[in-house]
C-alpha cells in the first residue's frame, strides 16, 4: 500500500538559510499534518491542512511557513533557520471521517543546521 | 483539547503482558481515544482507537471504562521488538478541530 513520501530524507543547512520540505499523502487523503521532533523530545505539532486550507495552527514559528497545493501534497518552507531548528520533521496524513484521525506518518526528514 | 497523562517509562519482560494506562479526565462527549508507537527516528504508527468499552485488533486490546476517563493499552505477550514510546492521544472532529497534540508518551523497554 502507498505511504506518506517525506522529501528529501535528510537536509543539512547553514544558520539563516532557508529549507523546503515536501510531503507527499497517501492518495485519497485529505488532511495533512506537520510535526517537529527534536531529540529525545515527543513530537510538536506544527500545522494542519484540510482540502489545501489551513486547519489548525500549533506551535509553528513565524519564520516557517506551509502550504498544500491542489495536488494535495505539502510544503514546509523555512526561513531564516537556527542551530534550534534542527530536528525531525515529520508529516502524516488521514481522511478526515467523523471519528478521530487515524493519521500515517511518513519516515521524516532530518534537518542539520550547521 | 483533553490533556493526558501517562507514566513516564515502563519494563517488561519477553512474553509478558503490558498495560499503559493513561489518564483523559477532561474528555469530551465526541472525542476518541488512539493509541500511536513510536520507535526511533520513526514516525509514529497507529495502534489502535476506541470510543468506549473494549476495542482489540491483531496486535493490541484497549480498555476504556463506563466513565471514560482513562484508558488502557494493553499489549500481550510482548517482544523485545516492542520497546518503543507509546503515546496516548484524544480527540476528535468537534473538539479543537484536528489540532494533535502528543504529550509525553510512555518509554517501554523490553527485556530478555
Known amino acids: 500500500a502507498a505511504g506518506v513520501i517525506q522529501s528529501p530524507r535528510h537536509l543539512i543547512k547553514e544558520k539563516r538559510e532557508t529549507a523546503t520540505l515536501k510531503c507527499y499523502p497517501i492518495?485519497?487523503?485529505?488532511?495533512v499534518y506537520w510535526y517537529q521532533q527534536g531529540p529525545g523530545q515527543d513530537p510538536q505539532f506544527l500545522i494542519s491542512?484540510?482540502?489545501?486550507?489551513?486547519?489548525d495552527k500549533g506551535s509553528i514559528p513565524d519564520r516557517f511557513s506551509a502550504q498544500q497545493f491542489s495536488d494535495y501534497h505539502s510544503e514546509l518552507n523555512m526561513s531564516s533557520l537556527e542551530l534550534g531548528d534542527s530536528a525531525l520533521y515529520f508529516c502524516?496524513?488521514?481522511?478526515?471521517?467523523?471519528?478521530?484521525?487515524?493519521?500515517?506518518f511518513g519516515p521524516g526528514t532530518r534537518l542539520t543546521v550547521l | 483539547l483533553a490533556k493526558t497523562t501517562q507514566p513516564i517509562s515502563m519494563d517488561s519482560y519477553e512474553g509478558q503482558e503490558v498495560n499503559i494506562t493513561c489518564s483523559h479526565n477532561?474528555?469530551?462527549?465526541?472525542?476518541?481515544i488512539t493509541w500511536y508507537q513510536q520507535f526511533p527516528s520513526q514516525g509514529p504508527r497507529f495502534i489502535i482507537q476506541?470510543?468506549?468499552t473494549k476495542v482489540t485488533n491483531e496486535v493490541a486490546s484497549l480498555f476504556i471504562p463506563a466513565d471514560r476517563k482513562s484508558s488502557t493499552l494493553s499489549l500481550p505477550r510482548v517482544s523485545l521488538s516492542d520497546t518503543a514510546v507509546y503515546y496516548c492521544?484524544?480527540?476528535?472532529?468537534?473538539?479543537?478541530?484536528?489540532?494533535?497534540?502528543f504529550g509525553a508518551g510512555t518509554r517501554l523497554f523490553v527485556k530478555a
Open positions: 502524516a496524513s488521514s481522511l478526515r471521517t467523523s471519528r478521530a484521525d487515524t493519521q500515517y
Open positions: 492521544l484524544v480527540g476528535g472532529p468537534n473538539t479543537g478541530g484536528f489540532k494533535t497534540i
Open positions: 476506541g470510543y468506549k
Open positions: 491542512f484540510y482540502e489545501k486550507m489551513q486547519s
Open positions: 477532561n474528555i469530551a462527549t465526541n472525542d476518541y
Open positions: 492518495p485519497r487523503h485529505d488532511t
